[in-house]
């Protein structure tokens, strides 16, 4: 069974410190794919990134940054010099590449970014 | 922006009732999810439709239904509704059927059952 654990709840921050959530997976798949979404106060869920378990080059898109190990399971996510805005509920979420298989979502942590 | 809209935005009814909510896709994705999220039991997929059929199921009770029109609109019909089924329930849409696609989601339609 796939599986998704964020370890930390809510975390709290200070605005322009660096933030790392953690997302930790279980899969038997040898092919399966990661994402994070982000959902603010405002309640919409958005697509932040998709990555595949073939490729573990780290990504950067300006203030986020990923960090994909295969070998410890983990997908995390960094923010640089938070920002207010960045307040939201993180989700992480793990799928096959199947039809018919489901999304597995995280239990997301809540990150407060204090101004 | 999404894409995706769900209507209603807001809904109160009381128990027993019956509700239908309705989502339609982004222009040329095929596939519509249903997903209901509550404090205590987070995002829990409802179900898959892809190009009209049902692909996959998840945790979706008896009393809830779904269907995809031929015009790729959906729409989940929840009956004799409980207090527990108050929720936030989102649709979300992708291009394929496949689950390694990205989904984007809707709104969300709050439904409060009084």
């Known amino acids: 069974a796939q599986k998704v654990t964020q370890a930390q709840t809510e975390i709290s921050v200070v605005e322009k410190e660096d933030v790392t959530l953690d997302c930790v997976y279980e899969?038997?798949?040898?092919?399966?794919?990661l994402f994070w979404y982000k959902q603010p106060p405002s309640g919409e869920l958005v697509f932040l990134i998709r990555?595949?378990?073939?490729?573990?080059q780290n990504e950067i898109s300006g203030r986020y940054s990923w960090n994909f190990q295969k070998s410890t399971s983990s997908f995390n996510f960094t923010i640089t010099a938070s920002q207010v805005v960045d307040s939201a509920v993180y989700f992480c979420a793990l799928s096959g590449d199947r039809y018919g298989q489901n999304f597995v979502f995280g239990p997301g942590t809540r990150l407060s970014v204090l101004p | 922006d999404s894409g995706v809209t769900q209507t209603p935005k807001h809904l109160i009814t009381a128990t027993g009732q019956r509700v239908t909510l309705r989502c339609s896709p982004r222009?040329?994705?095929?596939?519509v999810y249903w997903y209901q999220q509550s404090l205590d039991q987070g995002l829990q997929f409802l179900i898959q439709y892809y190009n009209g059929e049902e692909r996959a199921k998840g945790n979706i009770l008896e009393r809830f239904s779904a269907q995809q029109f031929p015009d790729l609109h959906s729409e989940l019909n929840l009956s004799s509704l409980e207090l527990g089924d108050s929720a936030l329930y989102f649709c979300a849409s992708s291009v394929d059927g496949r689950s390694s696609y990205e989904q984007y989601f809707g709104p969300g339609t709050r439904l409060t059952v009084t």
């Open positions: 899969t038997r798949d040898t092919t399966y794919y």
């Open positions: 990555r595949n378990s073939f490729d573990e």
């Open positions: 222009s040329g994705d095929l596939s």
